[in-house]
């Protein structure tokens, strides 16, 4: 079977408290991998492969192995190189309720360049990371409902780039909603796995696959964290790249 073939068989969903490894498969498949960033080929993502694109000297700092941002002012950090086909598996928790942020998959070089402080990638696939106080906070401060988005792992296109959402989609069609929720509170650890490959992308929130997307141009780009305006840490970053 060939390569691509068989990427397409890995990691099921499955239970959330135990390490979650494909099927077997045929005799020439690649090394099994874990959704808790386990297993041949995994990489821990440490502060020489991130880059601050629009922030201040102090909106992101390491300590101890994590990732810390202040949240402010809104922009991003990226990877130092582009990526195509990945694994990502980090754990995440906001500091704050209504706390708000991401990770932004396949963003173009061009959409990084000359970014200003306060700004977000006019392009990319977002993995959403949103406290479940948002929604409350959105609510009161605007006067509308909050159903256009959720705060258990949507996925969408941002800007320029396109996807085909899963379903469920939100109300307009553009997000792919989670088909459970999962997330945990402000002040509780969150895990994620994502896979991209070949234009798709999937999300597990805390071990079950949740939400996603296929079709997406480009296909290729850089991997960004996101500050917007709230303090969030992240923990056990860790990068599999894959043919």
């Known amino acids: 079977m060939p390569p691509l073939a068989l990427l397409a068989l890995l990691l099921p969903a499955a239970p959330q408290d135990a390490p979650v490894a494909p099927p077997a498969a045929a005799e020439d498949s690649a090394p099994a991998a874990f959704l808790d960033g386990t297993g041949p080929g995994w990489e821990a993502l440490t502060e020489a492969d991130l880059v601050d694109v629009n922030g201040e000297p102090d909106t992101w700092t390491w300590q101890d192995g994590e990732l810390h941002s202040t949240g402010k002012p809104v922009g991003v950090i990226r990877t130092r190189e582009p990526l195509k086909n990945f694994e990502m598996s980090l754990q995440w928790r906001h500091l704050k309720a209504a706390g708000n942020s991401g990770t932004f998959v396949w963003v173009p070089e061009e959409k990084l360049t000359d970014l200003p402080p306060g700004r977000l990638p006019g392009g990319g696939i977002e993995v959403q990371i949103l406290d479940h106080g948002y929604t409350e906070k959105y609510e009161s401060g605007t006067g509308k409902p909050g159903d256009w988005f959720s705060t258990d792992g949507d996925v969408f296109p941002v800007g320029s780039s396109k996807m085909t959402p899963f379903p469920p989609l939100s109300p307009n069609g553009s997000r792919s909603f989670p088909s459970e929720r999962r997330s945990k509170g402000v ?16 999300l597990w929130v805390n071990g079950k696959e949740v939400s996603g997307g296929t079709n997406c141009q480009p296909a290729e780009g850089y991997l960004c964290f996101e500050a917007e305006g709230s303090p969030i840490e992240f923990r056990e970053v860790k990068i599999r790249k894959l043919p």
């Open 187 to 202: 002040g509780e650890w969150n895990h994620y796995y994502v896979r991209a490959i070949n234009g798709e992308v999937r």
